[in-house]
């Protein structure tokens, strides 16, 4: 397996510095004040809450699949996705930090309408979080699917130069114009912004009310310490998430022999989380915002998917190990080109 490329390192360091300045800040600013937050002191456990808040939404079923189709499809452009969590996260957190700041100004337009059900922000992000991210998620699929389509037919063809899709046709202009739109990991701080705007969800809610009662009984620079450490929870998750994804897909991808078994073992997984959780999402917008009733509607909207995230990890680092075993196996594959899973 390739060893560490300068990509991932500077997603090492970007998180490193984004931890030491998040958990700095926070020893520096925030703790001499012995700020009150509510009925609580601003201490380390809040801040601990918030940071663990991060990280468990970096483990929501969409930035997982987001994530590994993106990977996916920018090693099959020949690309390094290395970087592809850390930018989505920054996105993401962007409309967080902005969300934050506003209620910690004391914008009453927007502090009012949290956690209300019918407010017409609850509305909108209600519509427009699961909508913007089953959509990403669903064409994403297609790409990859028809990627692996590909792929198996150059293999039964005795074909092995390229999985790219070519040809014409709906699908194949599809993916054409899906690849010259996001043909570079950077690009995925406007999708994470795009998924950002539909915060509403469980831990950015609770981000959100504790720095309301934070912000009003201490300096707006202290409240914000809040959503930073959110942030680098977040942005932590998931460029390693992406780093260690990016490892296995170039490896899958180094030599042709692996493709049927291995490589397309992969996409698949790729293709049935971004169906799975694409298709969860929009039946969710249709039974919670548009009022649909149909029984198979219904059914697949009540899919629990808390624990979705979590299990697509899981799956990509038993991958990762079938592949560091079979690199220090020492097999044909393993060693025609010396390759190190290290």
């Not at 959503?227 to 042709?256: E, H």
């Not at 680092?317 to 080109?337: D, E, F, I, N, Y």
Request: proline fraction near 4%; charge should be neutral; hydrophobic fraction near 55%.
């Amino acid at each position: 397996m390739n060893r560490t490329t300068p990509a991932a390192r500077h997603v090492l360091v970007a998180v490193g510095a984004l931890l030491l300045v998040s958990w700095g800040l926070f020893a520096a600013v925030v703790l001499p004040g012995d700020y009150q937050a509510g009925t609580t002191t601003f201490g380390v456990g809040l801040a601990v809450t918030a940071f663990v808040l991060g990280m468990r939404h970096a483990f929501d079923a969409d930035h997982i699949a987001a994530i590994d189709n993106t990977s996916r499809k920018l090693v099959a452009d020949g690309r390094d996705p290395s970087s592809v969590g850390l930018w989505f996260a920054l996105g993401h957190s962007t409309v967080v930090l902005v969300a934050v700041g506003l209620v910690t100004a004391g914008v009453g337009a927007l502090t009012a309408q949290i956690g209300v059900d019918q407010s017409p922000l609850a509305i909108f992000t209600g519509v427009w979080g699961p909508t913007v991210s089953s959509l990403f998620l669903l064409v994403m699929a297609t790409v990859n699917l028809t990627i692996l389509v590909r792929l198996i037919r150059s293999a039964r063809r005795g074909g092995t130069t390229s999985d790219q899709p070519t040809g014409g046709g709906v699908v194949s202009l599809l993916v054409a114009r899906t690849s010259a739109a996001l043909d570079a990991p950077w690009k995925m701080f406007v999708v994470g912004l795009l998924f950002g705007l539909g915060f509403d969800t469980a831990s950015t809610i609770a981000l959100l009310l504790i720095a309301g009662g934070a912000g009003i009984v201490m300096p707006w620079y202290a409240a914000m310490v809040l959503p930073l450490l959110f942030t680098a929870g977040m942005v932590m998750c998931d460029g390693v998430n992406s780093i260690v994804t990016s490892r296995i897909y170039r490896w899958s991808a180094d030599q042709p022999e692996r493709r049927v078994r291995y490589n397309a073992a992969l996409i698949s997984i790729s293709v049935a989380v971004a169906l799975v959780v694409g298709t969860v999402g929009l039946c969710g917008v249709l039974v919670d915002s548009f009022g649909v009733s149909l029984p198979p509607v219904e059914a697949v909207a009540a899919t629990d998917l808390d624990s979705f995230g979590l299990m697509i990890v899981g799956a990509l680092l038993v991958a990762w190990l079938v592949s560091w075993v079979v690199a220090r196996s020492g097999g044909p594959a393993a060693t025609a080109q010396g390759i190190d899973a290290t």
